[in-house]
Each structure stands twice: as structure tokens, then as C-alpha cells.
């Protein structure tokens, strides 16, 4: 999912929706002032007063701690918080009338955000790639995705062209996310995005696509469309809002880009982000190879450390060029990648099983969705794809 990766949020009945600054009330934890004397009936009238107007007080807006909301009022003063981040971003104040005091809480997306896969605490126990490559590079998605290929061959070559994305690489994310447009989600965006940003895992995140999402309801996006994934990814390509905004892409011609009812515009937004990504022209994604038992893998062991997704690169090695991989007697399985051109090197089922060696387009590809698993069976899905079947 380019992601795909939701949290939910107050009634805004009790502000009746308007601007920040025309709701100037008294704190009431403020000390009451001492009551003057009352005047004397006859007391004759104050003489005019004197005005002095003063610049306007700039605005300061003041981001309360993760736990406030939910401490003092719930999810329902929650949402006055999504109102005024709206707000500040720019969201149309009718847009927020009408979307954020009806979203809601979704139980089932908080339960199925705390069922996601990993293993213990502090385990370093990593599953082999085997029985999720036998899930997700199946017959069916490869017969499909064959034939979609060959009936769509001179768009997708126009996609290779404009993007210099494999477009069977492109065809293989449509079919892992989405399985070629037959399930794309049928959660409520807003309720999605709402729920897991007042849960509080991945707060700003999510704060900042359900602003995105209202966003897209600005820009034209019916509110009905706004359907998706229980972690708030949407359409053909499973964009978080943010990603619809930055990279949804005309592929028909008709000169708009609807990822929810397009398949060519899904695919072009696709490859738009592969190439936003810095996937590299005319470079294939990977290759299986052989490693030979007696290769010093601690001598490769990467010294990097990403600040995104830690545990997935250091699955990888450092980088050399096919040339030297050729070197160490590591042998591809067939021939993809040119000599000049680095690759790290994985074992995703450890020593003794098929390996392969990644191209700087592998990393584009994890840029989608961060997973060893997920990226390297979207390359084997794509090349079987290319293949034919």
C-alpha cells in the first residue's frame, strides 16, 4: 500500500463550527474579579470613553499532549482538535460542517491495527518468505495479471515511457493491493484515519491524512468515494489520502484522475509514485541467485542505519557491484541486471535456499509498502506476469 496504512474523533455541535478566533470565551478556572460598588441611582452620566484600538494578538495555536482529549472528553472533544487542524490547513469551513461532527469510532479497525504480525518483544526470530510467497505470487494472480498485461500492452509501454517504471512491476502492486481492482475496501475514510489518529499509535500521521482526505472533499472528491482499507489507504493504487493529492495521475486521457474508477489512471498513479520514489530507468528490480555455503556473509553485514524501517535493510547487505557478487561466486539464476550496476544481497528462507540480489529499484518498491515480503513478492509476481503466466 503506498499506504496504507487509521484513528477517529467531538461533536462540533457545542462550537457550532466557527472560526477559532470568534469564540473568545472566559478561562473558567480564571479568579473572579472583586465586584465594584454599585453607583449611586442619581449619579450623573460617564463622560465618553476614550478607544484605543491595539493590533490584533497574533494567533497561537497550542498542541495539547497525546493523552489530553481523551482524559478530559473522549473522542468526542477529540474531533474539535481535527476541526481545528482543518482549519488551519486551509479545509473550507462548509467541508468541515459536514464531515466532522458525524465521524465516528470503528472498533474493528483498533482491533485490527493491534492484530498486526510480529513476533515477540524483542525477538529476533524472523519467518521464513516461503509460505507468504505461496499466498501472494499465486496462480490466479499471475494468470490475471498475464493477461492484462498482454491485453493492455501498448498503455502500459506508454506508462514505461512517461514513468520509466516496469509496467509489470506496476501490474503486480495493482494485483497484490487490490487484486486487480476487486477489493479495494469498504471502510469509511474518515471514521478510519479518525479512530487511529485518537488511538494514538502513529497520532500526527494519521492527523495529517484525515486533513488530507478533507482536502480531497475540497477539491472535488465526492464524500462517497472516500471508502478503503481499515488502515485508511483507498483506490486502485491504496493511497493514503496525502498520496492521492501529491500523485493521482490522468492514464485514460479523459483529463482527470480517478483512482477509484480507472484502471488506467490506478496504474499511472502506481508508476507516478515508483518514479517519485527514484525508481531508476531501464534497472530490473532484482534476480534469484545461488550463494555458495562457504560465503563470508560477515564480512558483508551492512553498517547503514536508515531512520525508516531499521529491521527491513539490515535483512540486506552491503551494496557491490554485480561484478564483484560474481566474484564471491554468488551465481544468478538467470541474467537481469548488468555488471556496473550495485545489488545487496538477501536470504529470505536463510542459507541453503534461493537468495537474491536487489537493485535500487527493490528500494522503490519498499518505499510503497515497507516489507521484504511485500517487495520481493511484487517482483516475483511482476516477472511471472512479464512472462506470461
Known amino acids: 500500500m503506498a499506504f496504507r496504512w487509521s484513528a477517529s474523533l467531538l461533536c462540533l455541535s457545542a462550537i457550532a463550527l466557527t472560526p477559532a478566533s470568534a469564540r473568545l470565551e472566559p478561562d ?32 497561537r495555536i497550542i498542541t495539547p499532549a497525546a493523552s489530553t482529549y481523551g482524559a478530559v472528553s473522549g473522542f468526542a472533544g477529540y474531533k474539535q482538535r481535527l476541526a481545528s487542524l482543518a482549519r488551519t490547513a486551509g479545509v473550507r469551513e462548509a467541508t468541515i460542517a459536514a464531515t466532522v461532527p458525524y465521524v465516528t469510532q470503528n472498533a474493528r479497525v483498533v482491533a485490527l491495527d493491534r492484530q498486526q504480525p510480529g513476533g515477540p518483544p524483542n525477538s529476533s526470530y524472523i519467518p521464513p518468505f516461503a509460505p507468504y510467497k505461496a499466498e501472494h505470487v499465486t496462480p490466479d494472480l499471475i494468470n490475471r495479471g498475464a493477461a492484462r498485461f498482454r491485453n493492455n500492452r501498448a498503455q502500459l509501454a506508454w506508462l514505461e515511457q512517461r514513468f520509466g517504471v516496469e509496467p509489470q512491476v506496476v501490474m503486480a502492486i495493482f494485483g497484490h493491493e487490490t487484486s486487480y481492482g476487486r477489493v479495494t475496501g469498504n471502510f469509511d475514510l474518515l471514521d478510519v484515519l479518525a479512530t487511529l489518529a485518537y488511538e494514538g499509535r502513529r497520532r500526527s500521521f494519521f492527523e495529517e491524512e484525515f486533513v488530507a482526505a478533507l482536502q480531497l ?28 493529492l501529491r500523485l493521482a495521475t490522468d492514464g485514460d486521457g479523459d483529463g482527470q484522475a480517478n483512482i477509484w474508477g480507472s484502471e488506467m489512471d490506478g496504474l499511472a498513479s502506481i508508476a507516478a509514485y515508483l518514479r517519485d520514489a527514484g525508481w531508476k530507468r531501464g534497472v530490473h528490480w532484482g534476480i534469484p541467485v545461488n550463494v555458495p555455503a562457504s560465503l563470508n556473509r560477515a564480512a558483508l553485514r551492512t553498517t547503514l542505519n536508515p531512520p525508516r524501517c531499521p529491521q527491513v535493510f ?6 557491490l557491484t554485480m561484478r564483484e557478487w560474481r566474484a564471491l561466486g554468488v551465481q544468478p539464476q538467470r541474467t537481469a541486471l548488468a555488471d556496473s550496476e550495485m545489488a545487496t544481497l538477501i536470504e529470505p528462507d536463510g542459507q541453503g535456499a534461493t537468495a537474491y540480489l536487489l537493485s535500487v529499484n527493490y528500494r522503490a518498491i519498499l518505499d510503497y509498502n515497507c516489507s521484504n515480503f511485500y517487495a520481493l513478492s511484487v517482483g516475483l509476481l511482476a516477472d511471472r506476469i512479464a512472462a506470461g503466466g
Not at 37 to 47: F, Q, S, V
Not at 226 to 240: C, E, I, R, V
Not at 314 to 319: A, C, D, F, T, Y
Open 28 to 59: 473558567p478556572l480564571a479568579p473572579l474579579p472583586d465586584r465594584p460598588a454599585e453607583p449611586p441611582r442619581t449619579a450623573p452620566a460617564p463622560a465618553p470613553v476614550q478607544v484605543r484600538t491595539l493590533p490584533p494578538e497574533p494567533i
Open 217 to 244: 472533499i475540497d477539491r472535488g472528491t465526492p464524500r462517497s468515494r472516500l471508502k478503503g482499507s481499515w488502515a485508511g489507504a483507498t483506490g486502485y493504487p491504496q493511497f493514503m489520502p496525502s498520496n492521492v
Open 314 to 319: 539490515r535483512r540486506h547487505s552491503r551494496w
